[in-house]
């Protein structure tokens, strides 16, 4: 008998803790969650919510994917704490940069995901200050494209955004009705030199996505983009 997918359901996959070094000499705390087939041919690499506001690898829509897109997707999820950032999995080392120092954080988790776990088709996955992360840092050729969940682009400039746009690779941002930090109407104006942008608006949601509709919301965009064969994603398993 199949049951309904709810907030705690954890579908079967390979999990694995994972150590990230950055150029720096510190030790991020991280897990990569694969498919039971061991392929990561598709995969995504999380950047988490601002931590001084509670933002971590095991914010509730990236646990969610990480409990779930191997399983339903074919899709490897990998997470990790940027510097000084804590969660149940562990604390990495060193301090919060304010954005700052975190683009040497970006950097070690994409040679991580291409030279230790050799995946082929990697997308980063930004929520909120991961957005900003990744439109500046997550520019490394190998990586197929962006999807961003909540920008609020508080430090993102017109010129990150400029580069983007001439180098011509996927950008997808999902962006909540209710957002208190950039709404729809106001993220097509400050999305304006990035005419590339794939913009989803979502009716009724806000910056955090709570409520199981919306997680499946996001995870679903997530896979069209990923690996859309995978769709319509199962609400029971």
């Given at each position: 008998m199949s049951e309904l997918i709810r907030p705690s359901t954890i579908l079967p996959a390979i999990r694995t803790p994972i150590s990230i070094q950055t150029e720096d000499g510190l030790k991020l705390v991280?897990?990569?969650?694969?498919?039971?087939?061991?392929?990561?041919?598709?995969?995504?690499?999380?950047?988490?919510?601002?931590?001084?506001?509670?933002?971590?690898?095991?914010?509730?829509?990236?646990?969610?994917?990480?409990?779930?897109?191997?399983?339903?997707?074919?899709?490897?999820?990998?997470?990790f704490n940027t510097r000084g950032t804590e969660s149940p999995q562990g604390k990495s080392e060193g301090e919060f940069g304010n954005g700052l120092t975190e683009k040497l954080d970006v950097s070690a988790a994409i040679n991580y995901a291409f030279d230790q776990l050799q995946v082929q088709n990697l997308w980063i996955v930004g929520w909120s200050f991961g957005t900003d992360l990744a439109l500046q840092y997550a520019t490394d050729k190998r990586i197929r494209g962006l999807i961003l969940?909540?920008?609020?682009l508080l430090?993102?400039?017109?010129?990150?955004?400029?580069?983007?746009?001439?180098?011509?690779?996927?950008?997808?941002?999902?962006?909540p009705e209710h957002d208190e930090f950039l709404n729809p109407a106001a993220a097509i104006d400050r999305?304006?030199?990035?005419?590339?942008?794939?913009?989803?608006?979502?009716?009724?949601a806000k910056h955090l996505w709570v409520g199981e509709p919306f997680v499946h919301r996001v995870l679903?965009?997530?896979?069209?983009?990923?690996?859309?064969?995978?769709?319509?994603l199962a609400t029971e398993f």
């Open positions: 991280g897990e990569v969650s694969t498919p039971l087939s061991g392929d990561r041919s598709n995969a995504i690499l999380c950047l988490h919510p601002r931590p001084t506001h509670g933002g971590m690898m095991d914010s509730h829509i990236f646990k969610k994917a990480a409990n779930r897109l191997p399983a339903m997707a074919d899709i490897t999820v990998i997470r969940l909540s920008p609020p430090t993102t400039t017109s010129e990150h955004l400029k580069l983007w746009n001439e180098d011509g690779r996927p950008i997808v941002a999902l962006v999305f304006k030199d990035l005419t590339s942008l794939q913009l989803i608006s979502v009716d009724g679903s965009e997530i896979v069209a983009v990923v690996n859309p064969i995978k769709l319509p």
